[in-house]
């Protein structure tokens, strides 16, 4: 979330996304196998509480939802989010 905003950046764009009926790059979910949706289902989730994923926000997560998540999907949510950051700062 900026400073003093009440929503974060992904609601922020989901709103714009919605008013203007348009996709937005940065919403559209990347094609990735069926095995794998589940785990961006985990991140969408998990991105709508935050802005910078962290290990308490996946703590948070587990603890909230009952999914525990594995030591290789914990690190794949933080690559993701990384990865995502990166290519938005390039914008």
């Known amino acids: 979330m900026d400073k003093g905003s009440k929503i974060s950046r992904f609601e922020y764009w989901t709103r714009v996304q919605s008013s203007r ?12 196998s069926t095995y794998n949706q589940n ?3 985990i991140y969408i989730d998990i991105r709508q509480g935050c802005d910078d994923m962290t290990y308490p926000d996946l703590e948070s997560y587990q ?3 009952g999914y525990t998540l ?9 690559q993701i ?10 914008t």
């Open 70 to 78: 594995t030591p290789i999907e914990a690190s794949l949510m933080l």
């Open 81 to 90: 989010d990384n990865a995502r950051k990166s290519e938005w700062a390039q």
């Open 63 to 65: 603890n909230i939802s």
């Open 21 to 32: 009926n348009c996709a937005i790059n940065d919403l559209i979910a990347p094609k990735i």
């Open 39 to 41: 785990l961006w289902r």
